[in-house]
């Protein structure tokens, strides 16, 4: 039987609405969306915490403030809705269908929702499992309730705690940030302790307790949340594995282990005909990383060739990302730890405090680093920044690294802000001149 489709999207995520735009231009697409689509919580906590950021720099207080955010967020949130309304998204050529569905295998594999039998030569999953009631996120529906929460307890360490956690106590929230590993204990450690340090001085408790859970936030960062108001209390508890056959995905042969898909370099399940992008896959829950999974998968599941001829590979060392905390964390590529691993001896790590620039005392952002991992021979193997320019310094350092430049290269690199020259011609000197001991 033809296929109706040439793709079907599943998911009301960034990357899943990304996705389906791009494909709608050469191909058929359909994209089934559950309600309330997950990206509208997403849109609502980085709508607040840009409110958060500005109000934080007039110095005003607000005791009203709450009710301000909210009501900002909710706006933001209602126009993206209209812009992504399937009204709008229909006429780009995209099917949209509302509703929760799974897949069957007979007569042959397919997608139903709302009464219809979707055939497609591939499937795209861009959605997540329903959030638990323990999700953080969830906490963000509360904060529009007439009895907001008084106080919160996060239970993670992965960049939605990270970045919800400031978000809370800039809106005068209690917060309390549970760790059972060390603070964002994937990264560089000065810059993780830079982070650490402004979340401290804005009023977040950060306690470090390795009994508050058995799962690794960082290696399955979908963390657990506990609020309480003025009159109720709700206890740590751990992540609901009530979604093992979400999508009745079983049924088509792909499992999801402890709330994950796994895939291969193509972003492919255990089903050929069926990929993967997101949070899904586990990993930092990052818009960054998810659009560009996003990007590979829907190459790929469009170019379907049986020798896997012109299929594109996944590598995450070429993706750039930040967390959205103020100051920005941002990185590319492998860290210190990784790159020793890898490459034993043969790796230089580079240190730039941006507190040399005469621009950070302008903004008044003293508090900044940029920290470079190079090989001996000048490859670049990653960096991570914090503070003023991090995101813009880490872009330009992931440009560099797809185009195989070295790091003297970066000298010599045009930007349009004067502090990222600067930088980029210090870090190169700094090399030269490590280059220069070590030989001697």
Not at 353 to 376: A, I, M, N
Request: hydrophobic share 40%.
């Amino acid at each position: 039987m033809a296929a109706e489709y040439d793709l079907v999207i599943l998911g009301g995520t960034g990357a899943g609405l990304s996705a389906a735009i791009t494909a709608a231009r050469t191909s058929r697409v359909a994209l089934v969306l559950s309600s309330p689509a997950p990206v509208e919580l997403f849109w609502f906590q980085q709508a607040l915490g840009e409110f958060t950021r500005l109000h934080a720099r007039t110095a005003h207080p607000d005791h009203n403030l709450l009710a301000r955010a909210t009501q900002y967020a909710t706006a933001v949130v209602t126009r993206l809705q209209q812009k992504y309304s399937s009204a709008n998204l229909g006429r780009l050529g995209i099917d949209v269908i509302t509703g929760e569905g799974n897949f069957q295998t007979q007569p042959t594999l397919q997608f139903c929702v709302a009464g219809r039998q979707l055939r497609s030569h591939s499937y795209l999953i861009a959605a997540v499992p329903p959030f638990p009631e323990n999700h953080p996120r969830q906490l963000l529906r509360q904060l529009s309730s007439p009895q907001p929460p008084q106080a919160c307890v996060l239970l993670g360490n992965c960049p939605v705690q990270v970045e919800l956690a400031q978000i809370l106590a800039r809106l005068q929230i209690d917060t309390t940030l549970l760790l059972p590993q060390p603070f964002l204990a994937l990264e560089e450690r000065a810059v993780a302790l830079l982070l650490r340090s402004h979340l401290e001085a804005e009023g977040v408790k950060l306690i470090h307790d390795q009994t508050a859970s058995t799962v690794d936030p960082n290696l399955n960062p979908k963390g657990e949340m506990a609020a309480h108001n003025a009159t109720q209390t709700v206890g740590l508890v751990e992540k609901e594995k009530s979604a093992e056959n979400w999508l009745n995905l079983t049924a088509t042969g792909v499992r999801l282990t402890q709330g994950r898909l796994s895939v291969n370099a193509y972003l492919q399940t255990a089903n050929p005909r069926i990929y993967a992008c997101g949070e899904i896959l586990g990993g930092y829950p990052l818009a960054e990383l998810a659009h560009a999974e996003a990007r590979v998968a829907l190459h790929n599941a469009l170019h379907r060739h049986p020798l896997g001829r012109g299929q594109q590979r996944i590598d995450y060392r070429l993706i750039p990302w930040r967390i959205n905390t103020d100051p920005a964390l941002a990185r590319v590529g492998c860290t210190v730890a990784q790159a020793r691993r890898w490459y034993s001896q043969d790796v230089m790590v580079l240190e730039q405090d941006d507190q040399t620039q005469d621009r950070s005392y302008l903004k008044s952002e003293t508090t900044s680093l940029c920290q470079l991992v190079v090989r001996q021979n000048g490859d670049i193997l990653g960096a991570t920044a914090i503070g003023m320019a991090a995101s813009e310094m880490i872009q330009l350092i992931a440009l560099a690294m797809v185009q195989r430049l070295k790091v003297t290269e970066l000298a010599h690199l045009a930007t349009g802000s004067l502090t990222l020259s600067e930088i980029c011609f210090d870090t190169a000197s700094r090399w030269l001149e490590s280059l220069r001991k070590s030989h001697n």
